[in-house]
Each structure stands twice: as C-alpha cells, then as structure tokens.
C-alpha cells in the first residue's frame, strides 16, 4: 500500500517563493554572515545578475559567482 506524502508547500520551482523563504531566513538570523548576496535570473531569453549588499560592485559580484561556481562543481 502507498503512503501520501504531502509535498512541500514550496517546491524548488517556485522561485519567488523560495527566495522569500530564503529572506525570511535571513532575517531570522539562520545566516547571520551573510553581508552579500546575487541572485541570477533565467528568464528564457535573458539572463540577469542582481547583486545585494554594501559591497555589491562588479568585482564583488564576480567572485562570488566564481565562488558559487566552484562550489556547485565540488
């Protein structure tokens, strides 16, 4: 017999509701070091980088996405 396993409200392909939950965190304190943030958007034809933070600049933007990189490749 198959047991119902409700899913949860918010799946990874709700985005907006994801990075709500993502805020939400963060202002709960469950990442307290996070000075800097971007977040890239596939919105089919384009692509967008949104950096937030007070050292939001290209450079810092840049690094992190060559961080981000490094660490979705380990």
Do not use: S, W
Request: proline residues 5%; hydrophobic residues 40%.
């Amino acid at each position: 017999m198959a047991t119902l396993v409700p899913l949860p409200r918010a799946t990874m392909a709700d985005v907006p509701t994801r990075l709500c939950r993502l805020a939400d965190d963060i202002k709960a304190g469950k990442h307290a070091d996070v000075r800097n943030a971007v977040v890239v958007t596939d919105r089919g034809y384009k692509c967008e980088v949104h950096a937030f933070g007070p050292e939001g600049d290209t450079v810092r933007t840049a690094g992190l996405l060559a961080l981000g990189l490094g660490t979705l490749q380990t």
